[in-house]
């Protein structure tokens, strides 16, 4: 399992030792949240404070776009080098094209799909993204419980990849914790995000990204 530690649930005050503990701590990926204030009901961090980040990660950048106008964010985005950007199906007119600018900027596409969003939404996507995201909270905040229906999604969308893509990665997002890893990874789950349950773990970050591991 490849763990994303989330860095909205990090102390903002100290985000630079909060973002090397992470990577210290074995994560694979380092998960950064953008939200605009309208595609969701908070609004989190622009290019200037995910160049800081970027500067102090020794992990690839996971960029998690929550916004309307996705395009304009994948410019602002891109000269940072993450490994992906993945962008919300539910708010974007012209998804294959947008696939195509992100992979031509050099960057790993991933398509985002809401807690109501069946993974058939995006069968014919499947074959040009590299991974698909599935949240299993509504976006815009950390801190929520686990949505138990995006195991059903993960299966459903397992068989669409093996089907489409094999090589296609499956992502959760959300409420992810010790108490539903087990399920997740019996569901064909290849990444998962965690925020709150990393960065407010009483034996610290490490021993929580080992735990999901
Ligand atoms: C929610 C974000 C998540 C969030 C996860 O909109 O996409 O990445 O930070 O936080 P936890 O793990 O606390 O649910
Ligand atoms: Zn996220």
């Known amino acids: 399992m490849l763990v994303a530690p989330s860095i909205l649930s990090a102390d903002f005050g100290n985000l630079a030792d909060d973002v090397r503990a992470i990577c210290e701590g074995g994560c694979d ?4 949240d953008v939200m605009d204030g309208h595609f969701v009901p ?3 961090i622009g ?6 980040v970027a500067k102090v990660a020794t992990k690839p950048l996971d960029i998690h776009l929550m916004v309307e106008n996705n395009s304009f964010f994948v410019d602002l985005f891109a000269p940072l080098k993450p490994e992906f950007i993945s962008f919300h199906i539910e708010e974007e007119k012209h998804p294959h094209r947008l696939i195509q600018k992100i992979r031509g900027l050099g960057i790993r596409p991933a398509i985002t799909l809401n807690p109501h969003t ?3 939404a ?8 590299d ?4 949240m299993s909270v509504n976006p815009g905040f950390g801190g929520q419980k686990f949505i138990a229906s995006v195991l059903e999604r993960a299966t459903r969308l397992k068989a669409l990849i093996m089907k489409r893509n094999p090589n296609c990665l499956i992502e959760v997002d959300g409420g992810v914790s010790d108490a539903n890893i087990e399920a997740l990874a019996d569901a064909g789950v290849d990444v998962v995000v965690a925020g709150s349950f990393v960065y407010k773990h009483p034996k610290g970050v490490a021993v929580a990204i080992g735990a999901l591991k």
């Open 47 to 52: 290019p200037v404070v995910v160049s800081a």
């Open 29 to 32: 990926l380092v998960h950064v």
């Open 131 to 134: 991974m698909v995201l599935l």
């Open 118 to 120: 069946p993974p058939e």
């Open 122 to 129: 995006i069968e014919f996507l499947i074959a040009d993204v």
């Open 42 to 44: 908070n609004l989190t």
